[in-house]
T-cell receptor, first 113, second 112 residues
Framework: EAQVTQNPRYLITVTGKKLTVTCSQNMNHEYMSWYRQDPGLGLRQIYYSMNVEVTDKGDVPEGYKVSRKEKRNFPLILESPSPNQTSLYFC????????????FGSGTQLSVL | QKEVEQDPGPLSVPEGAIVSLNCTYSNSAFQYFMWYRQYSRKGPELLMYTYSSGNKEDGRFTAQVDKSSKYISLFIRDSQPSDSATYLCAMSESGGSYIPTFGRGTSLIVHP
């Protein structure tokens, strides 16, 4: 089954404790991206990747890191989480570009205390 | 002012009603227009995809794009309780990375 898999689904952590949210797709997609979704603000892009070793900032990259060492994986790293990073996070992928059909993961609800 | 404006609702309608969901935008370079549906606690899924102006129909769903007015719409005919979800419009320019810009989403409730 074609899918984007995110882990974990729920995560509670404390300020400053580094964490990684994993994302993997099995569709051989080139384009992958991370979004955060907050009430009243909608989906905002954090980072995106056009292919292996090619990443770029989205609208809200501060406080986040990403890497794309393999085509299928695109982890999101929070080196020193802060409470304002409490949000619902989605990973998404598409075949080549962001304007094509985006396949979204099921989301990761992160709470930073 | 955001590039894409979308009324968050909620929009509550009876089963069987025709639903109209809308977005306005300010960037005249947008060429690709999409509607995503998001159920509670799930990721968005693509519902409709349109390039440039015109209409596109898929079953009970019709997407319209009016580039002269910078206005897009999604119509749902014979709405069902299973249509209750948040509907997100998204649009992107032609060229480069084609990064989509999303609206905030409209919450739709279809009651039996």
């Amino acid at each position: 089954e074609a899918q984007v898999t995110q882990n974990p689904r729920y995560l509670i952590t404390v300020t400053g404790k580094k964490l990684t949210v994993t994302c993997s797709q099995n569709m051989n997609h080139e384009y992958m991206s991370w979004y955060r979704q907050d009430p009243g603000l909608g989906l905002r892009q954090i980072y995106y990747s056009m292919n292996v070793e090619v990443t770029d900032k989205g609208d809200v990259p501060e406080g986040y890191k990403v890497s794309r060492k393999e085509k299928r994986n695109f982890p999101l790293i929070l080196e020193s989480p802060s409470p304002n990073q409490t949000s619902l996070y989605f990973c998404a992928s598409s075949l080549y570009r962001g304007h094509e059909k985006l396949f979204f993961g099921s989301g990761t609800q992160l709470s930073v205390l | 002012q955001k590039e894409v404006e979308q009324d968050p609702g909620p929009l509550s309608v009876p089963e069987g009603a025709i639903v109209s969901l809308n977005c306005t935008y300010s960037n005249s370079a947008f060429q690709y227009f999409m509607w995503y549906r998001q159920y509670s606690r799930k990721g968005p899924e693509l519902l409709m995809y349109t390039y440039s102006s015109g209409n596109k129909e898929d079953g009970r769903f019709t997407a319209q794009v009016d580039k002269s007015s910078k206005y897009i719409s999604l119509f749902i005919r014979d709405s069902q309780p299973s249509d209750s979800a948040t509907y997100l419009c998204a649009m992107s320019e032609s060229g480069g990375s084609y990064i989509p810009t999303f609206g905030r989403g409209t919450s739709l409730i279809v009651h039996p």
